[in-house]
């Protein structure tokens, strides 16, 4: 069991940075790719980013590549999404996720065995 509490959102203007942070209970975290994904109001829920268990590989929508960082902790058992060069369209609920798979499938949340709760991320322009 995985357990996923998410941090970090909040209101901010475009063009500015947030950092989300996604802290992971249980000692088998590093067994587990991590992914971020987000919800708009009204809309489905998309795919962000993905990161392997190591680290070494990652994944990223179009939408957010260039302007958006995966990386993980496992020794403080977080990952977190650096995210920078905010737009009025990034607003969303993001929520982390944890999946014991790798490779393209990691885009889809049907993939995904835990999710967290989500935090707010609002856009303003």
């Known amino acids: 069991q995985v357990q996923l509490v998410e941090s970090g959102g909040g209101v901010v203007q475009a063009g500015g940075s947030l950092r989300l942070s996604c802290a992971a209970s249980g000692r088998t975290f590093a067994a587990y790719s991590m992914g971020w994904f987000r919800q708009a109001p009204g809309k489905e829920r998309e795919f962000v980013a993905a990161?392997?268990?190591?680290?070494?590989?990652?994944y990223y929508a179009d939408s957010v590549k260039g302007r958006f960082t995966i990386s993980r902790d496992n020794g403080k058992n977080t990952v977190y999404l650096q995210m920078n060069s905010l737009k009025p369209e990034d607003t969303a609920v993001y929520s982390c996720?944890?999946?014991?798979?790798?490779?393209?499938?990691?885009?889809?949340?049907?993939?995904?065995?835990?999710w967290g709760q989500g935090t707010q991320v609002t856009v303003s322009s």
């Open positions: 990161i392997t268990w190591t680290g070494g590989s990652t």
């Open positions: 996720a944890a999946t014991g798979k790798w490779g393209a499938r990691v885009r889809l949340g049907a993939e995904y065995d835990y």
